[in-house]
């Protein structure tokens, strides 16, 4: 008789994300009439730049001549793509990674979760809180014991670890999903010095990197001293370039990462030869157009886009005198709502249409907290924030 | 102190077919001015069809326009992929599947692989043995016993279960990979006559189905009464339309499987949800094209292009009185080497250089044969069966 991995009866119901978007179908199958604006999923809206998609449209014809024709690439991606991400580190981070260092994948979601295949049940996993609901659910889905470290206004939502803290696997996202606050190169070291000190391994999703503009704040971890050692890095084109339905991502596992005499670089390489099969060539082929300088910075003109978005958003909260974090070197807008979170979503959804996402889905340290974003146009942002305007000055 | 998951270490060291590539990249090495003809990888060479690339750059395209971008689709995948594989369903197999039976991914070594996660690690999992290698790979990095069932040329390599055969999990690969065998109906009944008195899960490989022209041989186990009861079925269009460095795969999982109440389908939607994030949106438009009749015509001619290949090995493989399986419905032709696999692959590439894959890696029962495929040119395979007949004739 087959058993079923009974761990799946400690995750919540839904995927936070499901549901913010069951309760907006809800909403709008009872109000037909409805204009909602969703400042809530972070997914993109700007198309992809036309270096991609001529990459891509170039890349899906090679795939029909025969002399053009590509069939299996390796697992960990083809070395064009591999050493243009190489060179990204080298320019946007001052960091040298190695190319078989370097694994391409269809996202960091999946190797996120996938990379919980790496470790024993038997870890101690230290969270953020409020978080991405990935990192809890795929460790949960293992049966590996969750304790959480606290954001709170007090610490920016910044949380760093003290001396009692306990953890074997580290969960860190900066800049930050969902509060946008961005740790400094100070508070990571931080972080690696414990990391280093328990032989703890750091897992940092760095998904949200190219939206940093302050040039004394860390794009990777791989900036701070110490971090080859104990940190993997996990980032993805889904917002540096609007891939969130193309999809492609990366991840560095660093070489010098060896516990019990097992390099964690080989064990990563084992596990993708095994389950994965790489990522399409065309999308690969896409995303080395996104390295190239004409492709770069056009899709800088994307994030400025976003930017500026987020930037009057921020500005609006600061009109209202609502506290808030993020927005300056993120596309997310962390708010204080004052009141329960999901009933906050009610709320804002009913009396002004406008759909944005619980702080209490990414943990309870979210609660009392509610999430913006900063990806719909400029033009519906604008028309949000002045719902949101009116509806508090009534 | 983080701890790995010491499951690995129960792994061969490397993955079969990367370890089939770096003899044939050390011969080469030592070796350069050699021609060398590889029957070896399951990797197709013919290009996408013009139907199919058409697609691909529309959608490309597409992904450029602000109108007509797309964003995150659905982790399962697109509504208008999935009505597409439903049809072809009733077309091919005369099987009625649902909807929200069908998930889209990036392909079906990925969906095997990771399919493990719904499974307790307290599982027999039975395996024909020879076999695909991410079978076993996927379940020992989870720690799960492995039984095998033998194939052998008594039962044609499809080897059926007996009353005192124990399984919980229950691999099937028809047409096989690496033994190119096909079940029956009567056979797969059999199969899924002892899942459903046992309680167990099968997990149905079909990657091979298109190859399948015998119209009494099953293209999918959902022809077969009860297996909708107990099987989850693979597929994918590397083979049945060249998606190998396209990747596009799905998995059908029956919502009548439900254990200890709980749905399979629900569960694997609520993995897929948490660890995928969906396959690129321009290959799913790619994938669309496969399934209409323009481009199913232009897939079927590929098809037929790689049977002529099989054909003409066979036919070699016989003038030789070498006794073999497969190449009829299947790509893979398995022959017996009477001799060591491993020595035999190191024969047949030095002495004609020609690149197959040694039985042994798919198993024990591998041991004494070896696998050549039908994926070459057609000009190239001739060339190596002349090489071959030359060495069984010299």
């Not at 907006?24 to 400042?39: T, V, Y």
């Amino acid at each position: 008789m087959v058993k079923l991995n009974t761990n799946f009866r400690n995750l919540k119901e839904s995927y936070l994300f499901s549901g913010v978007a069951r309760r907006i179908r809800e909403f709008k199958a009872a109000n037909p009439s409805a204009d909602i604006i969703r400042l809530s999923i972070g997914d993109v809206t700007r198309p992809l730049t036309a270096p991609v998609v001529d990459a891509l449209v170039k890349a899906s014809k090679e795939m029909g001549v025969a002399e053009t024709f590509r069939g299996y690439g390796d697992e960990q991606g083809y070395g064009f793509l591999q050493l243009k991400i190489k060179e990204y580190y080298q320019k946007t981070a001052n960091v040298t990674v190695e190319q078989d260092e370097i694994f391409i994948s269809d996202g960091a979601k999946s190797d996120i979760g996938n990379f919980t295949d790496m470790f024993d049940t038997d870890n101690i996993v230290l969270v953020p809180d409020p978080v991405y609901p990935v990192y809890v659910d795929s460790n949960l889905m293992d049966g590996r014991k969750i304790v959480y470290i606290q954001g709170c206004e007090a610490n920016g939502f910044l949380p760093l670890p003290e001396e009692k803290t306990q953890a074997d696997i580290i969960y860190l996202c900066s800049p930050n999903n969902p509060t946008g606050a961005v740790y400094t190169r100070e508070q990571l070291k931080v972080w690696v010095d414990f990391a280093l000190k328990k032989g703890a391994i750091i897992l940092f999703d760095a998904a949200y990197e190219s939206f940093i503009s302050d040039s004394s704040l860390p794009r990777s971890i791989f900036e701070v001293e110490g971090a080859k050692d104990c940190a993997v890095e996990f980032c993805s084109l889904s917002k540096t370039a609007g891939f969130t339905g193309t999809r492609c991502g990366y991840t560095v596992v660093p070489k010098n990462i060896v516990v019990d005499g097992v390099s964690l670089n080989r064990m990563w390489l084992r596990r993708q030869t095994t389950k994965f099969n790489g990522t399409s060539y065309i999308v690969q082929r896409g995303a080395e157009a996104v390295f190239t300088s004409e492709g770069y910075a056009s899709c800088r003109q994307s994030i400025a886009y976003y930017m500026e978005n987020a930037r009057m958003i921020a500005s609006t909260l600061d009109k209202l005198g609502i506290w808030h974090t993020g927005g300056v070197n993120s596309p997310y807008i962390w708010l204080r709502c004052g009141m329960d979170s999901w009933d906050y979503f009610d709320y804002l959804l009913r009396e002004a249409n406008v759909a944005g996402t619980p702080g209490s889905g990414f943990g309870k340290c979210g609660e009392g907290y509610f999430r913006l974003t900063a990806f719909n146009t400029k033009e519906r942002t604008a028309e949000a924030l002045a719902r949101i305007a009116a509806l508090y000055n009534r």
